[in-house]
């Protein structure tokens, strides 16, 4: 397996401008963070989250914009968007439960209102309803300039948290 990925990669260094370079290094870059237990997810890991509770009821994450999340128009594509709003309001009601609880997405509505454009993204998530078993959230994305690009809000069923084996 080592052989046929190094086979690919020197194949793709060979061909790639630097564009390409410079995002199969930020897949790699990712690929580590998750290796490294920096990021716990890939897709968290590849956006590049920067993220911290701001009080008791917001959270918040920030995103570099960058061509590998950009679509074929250089705005950021509306899939990773919705990856941003889902990942902030689920960050948000995980942040509440117990540690034996997790939350898992059960419907989110998202209004798309400008381009996803400029240097970084800030998305900003807040509490509207805590139940013991469902929570519903409210999450913004926006730009750099503050210009509103996208609202949205979730819900989030409460299970147990799976035992890992």
């Known amino acids: 397996m080592e052989d046929r990925i190094l086979h690919k990669l020197q194949t793709f260094f ?3 401008d630097e564009k390409e370079k410079q995002a199969m290094e930020q897949v790699i870059d990712a690929v580590i963070r998750k290796q490294t237990k920096e ?3 890939y897709i968290g890991a590849l956006m590049q989250t920067n993220r911290r509770i701001t009080d008791d009821e917001t959270y918040e994450i920030i995103i570099p914009n960058t061509e590998l999340i950009q ?3 250089q705005i950021v594509h509306g899939g ?7 990942s902030a309001m689920g960050s948000l009601v995980h942040h509440f439960l117990p540690q034996e609880k997790a939350a898992v997405t059960t419907e989110m509505k998202i209004n798309y209102l400008a381009p996803g454009i400029g240097k970084e993204l800030r998305c900003v998530a807040h509490m509207i309803h805590k139940g013991t078993k469902i929570c519903v959230t409210e999450g913004r994305v926006y730009r750099e300039d503050g210009k509103l690009i996208a609202h949205a809000t979730g819900s989030f069923f409460i299970i147990d ?5």
């Open 14 to 16: 060979l061909e790639a």
């Open 39 to 41: 990021n716990g997810s």
């Open 71 to 73: 679509n074929p128009l």
């Open 80 to 86: 990773i968007t919705a990856t941003l709003l889902d």
């Open 161 to 165: 948290r799976p035992i890992k084996k």
